[in-house]
Nanobody, 122 residues
Framework: QVQLVESGGGLVQAGGSLRLSCAASGRTTSSYTMGWFRQAPGKEREFVAANTAGSTYYTDSVKGRFTISRDNAKNTVYLQMNSLKPEDTAIYYC?????????????????WGQGTQVTVSS
């Protein structure tokens, strides 16, 4: 089992930045695919970014603004969010699945954190 705990959310003005962290425990996740998803009120959970086997990919709406990275020594994955927009407001979830998996489908991830709220004011 893998436990994931997100942190770093908060309230920020449009154009600002936040850095989310996701600390994993229970297993070493260096070989896992790690992803970030978000869910706004009344909307489905959507893919944001993922890191797998050294490669990263993003949903189009955050390309050039968000960066996913990982520190395997700390068993932690990060999401640096710059130039934030009000439409980025959502609960952000960290997710993990074993192995190399290039997918944007939430159901393909086995482990989830509890989420952290990000609110961007205009």
């Amino acid at each position: 089992q893998v436990q994931l705990v997100e942190s770093g959310g908060g309230l920020v003005q449009a154009g600002g930045s936040l850095r989310l962290s996701c600390a994993a425990s229970g297993r070493t996740t260096s070989s896992y695919t790690m992803g970030w998803f978000r869910q706004a009120p009344g909307k489905e959970r959507e893919f944001v970014a993922a890191n797998t086997a050294g490669s990263t990919y993003y949903t189009d709406s955050v390309k050039g603004r968000f960066t996913i990275s990982r520190d395997n020594a700390k068993n932690t994955v990060y999401l640096q969010m710059n130039s934030l927009k009000p439409e980025d407001t959502a609960i952000y979830y960290c997710a993990a699945t074993s192995g190399v998996l290039r997918t944007k489908t939430p159901g393909r991830y086995d482990y989830w954190g509890q989420g952290t709220q990000v609110t961007v004011s205009s």
